[in-house]
């Protein structure tokens, strides 16, 4: 699975011709290192015999410089596809968790996802170029012993008493070094998600002064990742030291043998030069050490990538809905979250062209609720309909047309107000944008910074109540026949709510409304309340009926009468 990851177009990446390339660059590098010592080393017998040596001086230097060639391309491309696949990488990966929805953030976190989306995308994106410089890697020990079989058959025979000793080395170096990368790897998710907690609640920490405390929690994890660390260095040190005390005795082992044969009159002394140098290319372990760490890592991160990738994103159907009035219907729906049952059963009926509110102790199941009427999470058992259609079976332009959404803390995503009012539109008209605006009593603020609606969020100042009628003034500009407001008032002082909410209930307004409300006077307008108890529908009525009942007054205990 983690290498479907890595190699998203097969083992050739999202780059193919370069990857192509650079296996060729790579392979010819290699074997005009491999020409280069028997070239020396004729030329050096031409020398030393005082013979004309000038064409293979040539050879030499054209060898040399193919070589230094060759390795910028190699490295020029190595870059190139190495960012090409990581940015390929981290589309489809943000793609993928957007699709997924609010699950991939519940079981993964922020600061993970964001960790494996930087740090982990990088290191897999490196896997086509360490496949590469793996395919062309061979090439070098086998060249080197098959020309020490060309040279003298008792020069490969020396190298090969050793072969086994090389080959179990890095056969454990490989298997050590993915274990203890994917544990550091693990290690840093950890300490990013407890980093992303606290960022998003710096108010919370500098409120109460545990500025301190929460420094020693997220870093709680940094023994465990130093021990990591040093797991990964000491399996590196192992595999240099050995390969150091094994392939230097090869070596020696050659040239000794080759210095025998050269006192027999067996070789020359250029013979001898080039099996020096081919019993270094046939050992080099230490390349293929690199080599194979590089791609340890890169498959302990695309391991990482793909537990994101594994989790189903949100499937929708072919269906469109017929002509309607946004009536809204819950059957029996059923939706666990951490093994629990926060709704339970519901069955729920909002007649098109009505507002239901929705009321309810903090944890009675309300913004679960409002998500599933939205789609933006799927029940467990159960299902949602729109004007008789399950949300599961709309296309997801269909759903999205039709369901717009207001929330408690809308994200606004750092594009110029009236794009971000705008958000989703395919066409969004400036007429459209300020009439919403002015319906959620957001232009005024808005028409009072220098640049108007062209300002950009980031250099916009507001409240959390401005923040939410911009939120508003969207969901209004998005139309649709279902408008689900998720608490998307309670920022709002009194007044401006209740203008807010003349204008969403007014005379005129088409489209059903359902609102999660935790106000008595936000329920008090509403055509029906739903009271949620405990993951189930307690009651359903008018406000008024229900405010007879005590066990619903005290829904709203410290709050507004009705």
């Known amino acids: 699975?983690?290498?479907?990851?890595?190699?998203?177009?097969?083992?050739?990446?999202?780059a193919p011709a370069r990857w192509l390339a650079l296996c060729l660059a790579s392979t010819a590098a290699t074997g005009a290192a491999l020409l280069l010592p028997a070239v020396l080393g004729r030329t050096l017998d031409l020398l030393l015999a005082h013979d004309p040596a000038t064409r293979w001086v040539l050879?030499?230097?054209?060898?040399?410089?193919?070589?230094?060639?060759?390795?910028?391309?190699?490295?020029?491309?190595?870059?190139?596809?190495?960012?090409?696949?990581?940015?390929?990488?981290?589309?489809?990966?943000?793609?993928?968790?957007?699709?997924?929805?609010?699950?991939?953030?519940?079981?993964?976190?922020p600061g993970d996802l964001v960790a494996?989306?930087?740090?982990?995308?990088?290191?897999?994106?490196?896997?086509?170029?360490?496949?590469?410089?793996?395919?062309?890697?061979?090439?070098?020990?086998?060249?080197?012993?098959?020309?020490?079989?060309?040279?003298?058959?008792?020069?490969?025979?020396?190298?090969?008493?050793?072969?086994?000793?090389?080959?179990?080395?890095?056969?454990?170096?490989?298997?050590?070094?993915?274990?203890?990368?994917?544990r550091y790897q693990q290690v840093q998710g950890r300490i990013a998600a407890a980093l992303s907690e606290a960022v998003g609640g710096h108010r919370t920490i500098a409120a109460a002064g545990t500025a301190d405390r929460e420094t020693a929690r997220i870093l709680r994890p940094l023994p465990e990742l130093s021990s990591a660390g040093h797991r990964m260095w000491r399996v590196h040190g192992r595999a240099a030291g050995q390969s150091v005390a094994v392939a230097p005795l090869l070596q020696l082992g050659v040239v000794a043998v080759a210095g025998v044969l050269l006192a027999r009159h067996r070789l020359t002394v250029g013979e001898v030069l080039a099996a020096s140098r081919y019993a270094v290319l046939a050992t080099g372990v230490g390349v293929l050490v690199g080599q194979l760490a590089g791609l340890a890592r890169a498959r302990a991160a695309a391991g990482r990538l793909t537990e994101v990738l594994a989790e189903p994103a949100v499937v929708h159907g072919e269906r469109r809905l017929p002509c309607g009035p946004g009536r809204l219907e819950l059957r029996g729906v059923t939706a666990l979250r951490g093994g629990r049952a926060v709704l339970d059963g519901v069955d729920l009926v909002v007649p098109g062209g009505t507002t239901l509110a929705v009321v309810g102790r903090s944890g009675a199941g309300k913004s679960l609720l409002a998500a599933l009427a939205g789609r933006l999470a799927d029940p467990?058992?159960?299902?949602?309909?729109?004007?008789?259609?399950?949300?599961?079976?709309?296309?997801?332009?269909?759903?999205?047309?039709?369901?717009?959404?207001?929330?408690?803390?809308?994200?606004?995503?750092?594009?110029?107000?009236?794009?971000?009012?705008?958000?989703?539109?395919a066409s969004p008209s400036p007429a459209r944008i300020r009439e919403a605006a002015r319906a959620a009593h957001a232009d005024d603020f808005v028409s009072r910074l220098p640049a108007g609606y062209a300002t950009r969020c980031a250099d916009a100042p507001r409240s959390g109540g401005e923040s939410q009628r911009l939120g508003l003034a969207r969901a209004f500009a998005h139309g649709g026949r279902l408008l689900v407001l998720d608490d998307a008032l309670s920022s709002l002082d009194t007044v401006?709510?209740?203008?807010?909410?003349?204008?969403?209930?007014?005379?005129?307004?088409?489209?059903?409304?359902?609102?999660?409300?935790?106000?008595?006077?936000?329920?008090?307008?509403?055509?029906?309340?739903?009271?949620?108890?405990?993951?189930?529908?307690?009651?359903?009525g008018p406000h008024e009926e229900l405010w007879t009942t005590p066990g619903y007054r005290a829904v709203f205990a410290g709050g507004e009468g009705a």
């Open 59 to 109: 050879y030499c230097a054209a060898l040399v410089l193919l070589i230094a060639l060759l390795d910028a391309c190699e490295t020029v491309l190595t870059g190139t596809v190495d960012a090409r696949t990581t940015a390929w990488l981290r589309r489809r990966l943000t793609g993928h968790v957007l699709a997924v929805g609010p699950r991939a953030a519940a079981r993964f976190g």
């Open 116 to 182: 494996r989306l930087v740090g982990n995308a990088a290191q897999a994106g490196t896997a086509p170029t360490s496949r590469a410089a793996l395919l062309s890697a061979p090439a070098g020990p086998v060249g080197g012993l098959v020309a020490l079989v060309l040279i003298d058959p008792w020069l490969a025979a020396v190298w090969l008493a050793g072969a086994p000793v090389l080959a179990l080395l890095l056969r454990a170096f490989a298997r050590d070094t993915r274990e203890c990368v994917t």
């Open 380 to 425: 467990d058992a159960g299902e949602v309909l729109l004007d008789g259609v399950p949300l599961r079976e709309l296309t997801h332009d269909e759903l999205r047309r039709a369901i717009g959404h207001a929330f408690e803390r809308p994200a606004l995503l750092g594009g110029t107000l009236e794009e971000e009012i705008g958000l989703g539109l």
């Open 496 to 540: 401006t709510e209740a203008r807010i909410t003349e204008s969403l209930l007014g005379t005129g307004t088409n489209g059903t409304r359902l609102l999660i409300a935790h106000r008595a006077s936000t329920a008090a307008r509403a055509d029906t309340v739903a009271w949620l108890d405990e993951g189930r529908v307690r009651a359903v």
């Open 1 to 14: 699975m983690a290498e479907n990851v890595v190699t998203p177009h097969g083992p050739l990446g999202p």
